[in-house]
Nanobody, 126 residues
């Protein structure tokens, strides 16, 4: 059984930072990419960032490039999403997900990962 433990969300003021963590178990770490999605109220779920540690590759949606950084601790099967310069448009539930394909496919809008965490709230507000 694939399991996710997400943490690090919360309330932050505009311009602030948060670091999300996602510990994954139940899969072969080197075979998978881990993807962060988010869903804001009334909006569709969108891919935010992806990391495939075995290929040392990352991918970001344009709206977060230069502000968000994905990283991993392979010894802990954990990925992180450092989010800087947050703005109210970043407010959403953030989900950690995993699948075997390379990162780009998850941002096509036509394919979503097989495995999902429960989601964690990020609120950017003054």
């Amino acid at each position: 059984e694939v399991q996710f433990v997400e943490s690090g969300g919360g309330l932050v003021q505009p311009g602030g930072s948060l670091k999300l963590s996602c510990a994954v178990s139940g899969l072969i770490w080197d075979d998978y990419a881990t993807v962060w999605f988010r869903q804001a109220p009334g909006k569709e779920r969108e891919g935010v960032s992806c990391i495939r540690p075995s290929a040392d590759s990352t991918y970001y949606v344009d709206s977060v490039k230069g502000r968000f950084t994905a990283s991993s601790d392979n010894a802990k099967n954990t990925v992180y999403l450092q989010m800087n310069s947050l703005n109210p448009e970043d407010t959403a539930i953030y989900y950690c997900a995993a699948d075997i394909y390379d990162c780009e496919i998850y941002f096509s809008g036509h394919y979503y990962p097989d495995y999902w965490g429960q989601g964690i709230q990020v609120t950017v507000s003054s």
